[in-house]
């Protein structure tokens, strides 16, 4: 599978495929600004947790490259880093990822060393969210049977990372070995990730592809033609509780009740042991445009409120297993995921 062009450094600025456009156009955004970047990260023009991050990671290169000069060059790129955090507090790869950047910031004084050592962490992070795709993909495919036919939830394939994807990697591995016979993809109401993109991606890759609404999920599941529920995620708590699109919860309920497993596919820069559980994640509140419009046209009356949380969290006790780079943590719970973190930072 070749990586998608999710993002790319150009000289001086960040080129990203704009998804809010897809499928029926293939256009790039150029953001030479952080308001420019920012702007993309709100509006979902990049999304999903791993490329939110990466996309971040780039722009502190602009912030240092927009900055000063001057005594005011530290100020001011921290002000820019602080706009880059006010986007969106889900994805913990967010702030993850700008936590790595403030510290080569403040290693590398000076403007030139500065963007250096920034552009250098900004691709050495995209390279490695390509290959913990690819880990992540051997591992999870290692868990399905021949002709597996899998159902996901919103888009956590390439467009969501730096090209290959977390549930999505899984999918293009099993499929490269020949044991998966088709995917379901939820179209993952309001903002259509699963229609639009995940559809898109999977057919670009001649993967057999059926979109259902989220609201079918429970009623295909009791089918007994699905063998597992893989989805990815935007942060992991301490005790195994995984935030991801709305929508996750309900689909995670509905595979206990009817015997499939439930998979998360993430890298360790989704995991958040500051936070000890889930009840304690931020999940973002979207507008009631989203709820409220759709192409222009009014689908609710005015006097109509709306409730529109961008994602929920799912229980660790709902999750057969989490799948990262590292392994696959069966039955999650504080321990394993503090053992495979401790691993990792061992072997780095
Ligand atoms: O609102 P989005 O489109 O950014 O939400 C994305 C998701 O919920 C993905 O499933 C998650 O980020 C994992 S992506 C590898």
């Known amino acids: 599978m070749v990586p998608l062009p999710t993002m790319q450094w150009m000289d001086g600025f960040l080129r990203l495929l704009d998804q809010r456009q897809l499928p029926s156009e293939e256009t790039y955004i150029d953001c030479r600004d952080i308001d420019s970047l920012a702007e993309a990260i709100r509006t979902l023009a990049v999304r999903g947790a791993p490329a939110i991050g990466i996309a971040a990671a780039f ?68 390279q490695s969210d390509l290959q ?21 939830h919103c888009n956590a394939g390439g467009l969501a990372t730096a090209g290959l994807g977390t549930a999505l990697a899984v999918i293009y591995e099993a499929w490269d070995r020949n044991i998966l016979t088709k995917v379901y993809a939820d179209e993952t109401r309001p903002l259509l990730q699963g229609a639009r993109l995940t559809a898109w991606e999977l057919s670009r890759a001649g993967i057999p592809v059926d979109v259902l609404p989220d609201s079918a999920a ?30 996750t919860y309900q689909l995670a309920l509905a595979a206990k009740a009817h015997g499939v497993p439930f998979y998360v596919v993430a890298p360790l820069s989704t995991f958040d042991v500051s936070t000890s559980r889930g009840s304690e994640i931020e999940i973002e509140q979207r507008s009631r445009d989203e709820l409220a419009c759709f192409e222009g046209r009014k689908l609710l009356p005015e006097a109509a409120g709306v409730w529109n949380p961008a994602f929920d969290v799912t229980p660790a006790l709902l999750i057969t297993a989490i799948i990262c780079e590292e392994g696959v943590l069966f039955s999650p719970d504080a321990e394993s995921i503090k053992s495979v973190l401790g691993k990792s930072s061992n072997s780095r």
Do not use: W, Y
């Open 218 to 247: 429970a009623s295909l599941l009791r089918n007994g033609e699905v063998n597992a529920v893989i989805v990815g995620s935007d942060r992991i708590a301490a005790n195994g509780d995984a935030a991801n699109k709305i929508g």
């Open 59 to 126: 722009g502190a290169v602009i912030a240092a490259l927009t900055s000063g000069p001057g005594e005011e060059f530290n100020e001011a790129f921290h002000s820019k880093i602080e706009t880059l955090e006010g986007t969106r507090p889900t994805a913990v790869n967010l702030f993850h990822c700008l936590l790595i950047q403030k510290e080569i910031f403040r290693r590398n004084p000076g403007r030139e060393n500065a963007v250096r050592a920034l552009l250098k962490s900004a691709h050495e992070m995209m």
């Open 132 to 152: 913990a795709s690819r880990r992540m993909g051997r591992f999870g495919a290692d868990l399905l049977q021949s002709g597996s036919i899998v159902l996901t």
